[in-house]
């Protein structure tokens, strides 16, 4: 890919949370926190349609940014498969201790979930699965340092956040250029089709691998695949001053909706691949307790005068 030039330090801090289409809670549920360890921290409903279904939200104890795996669960809504081709985001990785990969092999299998070794990714094991609902899912053994205090899994072999995500876009020149001249993303690394930027620091959590496929099919959303990435910035005033110079690269752009925990700004980048920014106020912390996070249906402020029909329409599912 021909060089392109950073448009100055980026307010984006890293990943916030990455969003996927899934047919079952119950799947989800025990998959991402009895499976994986990670903590429900919120569970609310799809907030564009909100008695379709559920929404989880999974993370670390204190639901800290770039540790966040979303779910819309569309359970019973006729919707086809995902088809991860051009213009799909194929891959969220996940970062843990370098010497974790066969604990987590032995863990997956034995949970129904088949595994297989990638290459090494820019020096880095990589461990390949698929959650319950078909999700393209990695393992990257690597250092990092963040310590995610959960649960009911040895601290050395716990998910400590994202490490990255992979996007295959129908352009990936565009989306490299987008990425960098508009976002502020820097490339720090290459390896044969792929290639590696990173916003807010050179860590995991932080980082996005583009790769060129030159042919194959056209990506399509739908069940068992990721819609979007979501990018933390400070406030809503940035999100504001960020619509301004998306719309200015002529992109249709979202304004902040409210979200009740954080606010969302969605946009499509050039070649296809669905984004978001979100901020970190009010936080989770202002409907409930850190200590009891995801223990009761969250609503925004917006939606709590219909909780009954909401509540009435939601799939049962025991928690």
């Known amino acids: 890919m021909a060089e392109v030039r950073r448009r100055g330090p980026s307010p984006i801090r890293g990943i916030h949370h990455i969003t996927g289409l899934v047919g ?26 909100p008695t379709s279904g559920w929404h989880f ?19 019973g809504v ?83 956040g994202f490490h990255h995500a992979t996007l295959a876009p129908r352009i990936p020149e565009l989306t490299v250029q987008f990425l960098v001249g508009v976002l502020g993303f820097e490339v720090v690394a290459t390896e044969g089709s792929r290639t590696r930027l990173a916003v807010g620091g050179n860590e995991p959590g932080k980082l996005i691998d583009v790769v060129e496929r030159r042919d194959g099919p056209w990506g399509r959303h739908g069940l068992g695949g990721l819609h979007h990435i979501a990018l933390t910035v400070d ?20 304004g902040a909706r409210d979200r009740g925990w954080f606010h969302s700004t969605y946009f499509t980048v050039p070649g296809g691949i669905n984004m978001e920014l979100s901020n970190l106020d009010p936080g989770w912390t202002v409907d409930e307790e850190i200590d009891s996070l995801g223990r009761i249906l969250s609503l925004p402020k917006h939606l709590e005068a219909h909780r009954t029909a909401i509540e009435a329409a939601l799939p049962a599912v025991e928690f």
């Open 24 to 49: 079952s809670a119950a799947n989800d549920l025990r998959f991402y926190r009895d499976v994986l360890g990670l903590r429900l921290i919120k569970k609310t409903c799809n907030q564009e349609n």
């Open 57 to 75: 939200f999974f993370g670390d104890r204190l639901g800290s940014p770039g540790t966040i795996m979303t779910n819309i669960i569309l359970e």
């Open 78 to 160: 006729p919707m086809p498969k995902t088809v991860e081709g051009r213009g799909s985001i194929t891959d969220v990785s996940y970062s843990v201790s370098p010497g974790s990969l066969d604990y987590w092999r032995e863990r997956l299998t034995a949970a129904g979930c088949a595994c297989s070794d990638r290459p090494a990714r820019f020096g880095d094991p990589v461990l390949h699965f698929r959650d319950f609902d078909g999700i393209s899912s990695e393992l990257v053994g690597c250092e990092d340092t963040r310590m995610p205090e959960l649960a009911d899994l040895p601290d050395e072999h716990q998910i400590r």
């Open 235 to 254: 406030s809503v005033g940035d999100m504001e001053k960020w619509t301004r110079i998306l719309a200015g690269a002529g992109l249709i752009v979202t």
